[in-house]
């Protein structure tokens, strides 16, 4: 069983439109985080959600919004596509404490024509 | 200031051989975590081995071992007997544990490593 499954793996999608990115953990962590991925391989952190509530949220344009239903899901929302958010964005999950090594789905490449 | 730097973009190594990637961090947090993980041409992150801050001896993990050195803020990792299969890229990580219920990870630029025959 997949252990942080993301959906889709791949988006293609012109500017301007709005698209979301969905996230499901089966570990039973309590902390779920997307980041993002840039053409040079540079990750970065946007968000971060802990038992459904909004922890960190690293200056990312309000165009995009982080939605946690449960704590096992986190979906990324983003409004009026730009060229600029082409990357490939990852979730993943952790469990606060000793350790707390984050895992990571498989990705999510998002190309903004 | 940078973080987390890596100062190889790239590293080859024969295959069996032992190769070390470097990696320094930069933090006056005096509890954190040390990562690194595995990027190979398929995307996933993998995570490879953790070291925490108070731990007094270097993490292991099959043939992954974490060369900590505090004193010097470095956190190299060493693989030994290298396989094809290691050919990736592979970024240090640091978790400041300041930054309250959920940590992030600050990532470096990463080091693509190309194991050769």
């Known amino acids: 069983d997949t252990a942080v499954s993301q959906t889709p793996k791949y988006l293609v999608t012109q500017m301007g439109n709005d698209k979301s990115i969905k996230c499901e953990q089966n570990?039973?962590?309590?902390?779920m985080y997307w980041y993002k991925q840039d053409s040079k391989k540079f990750l970065k952190i946007m968000f971060s959600?802990?038992?459904?509530?909004?922890?960190i949220n690293e200056t990312v344009p309000n165009r995009f919004s982080p939605k946690s239903p449960d704590k096992a899901h986190l979906n990324l929302h983003i409004n009026s596509l730009e060229l600029g958010d082409s990357a490939v964005y990852f979730c993943?999950?952790?469990?606060f404490g000793v350790g707390g090594e984050q895992y990571f789905g498989p990705g999510t490449r998002l190309t903004v024509t | 200031a940078q973080k987390i730097t890596q100062t190889q973009p790239g590293m080859f190594v024969q295959e069996k051989e032992a190769v070390t990637l470097d990696c320094t961090y930069d933090?006056?947090?005096?509890?954190?975590?040390l990562f690194w993980y595995k990027q190979p041409s398929s995307g996933e992150m993998i995570f490879l081995i953790y070291q925490g801050s108070y731990d007094q001896q270097n993490a292991t993990e099959g043939r992954y071992s974490l060369n900590f050195q505090k004193a010097r803020k470095s956190a190299n990792l060493v693989i030994s007997a290298s396989q094809l299969g290691d050919s990736a890229m592979y970024f240090c990580a640091m978790r400041e544990d300041n930054t309250g219920t959920a940590s992030k990870l600050t990532f470096g630029t990463g080091t693509r490593l190309q194991v050769t025959l």
């Open positions: 959600y802990n038992n459904k509530e909004l922890i």
């Open positions: 993943a999950s952790s469990q």
């Open positions: 933090t006056s947090d005096p509890s954190y975590g």
């Open positions: 570990l039973g962590h309590d902390t």
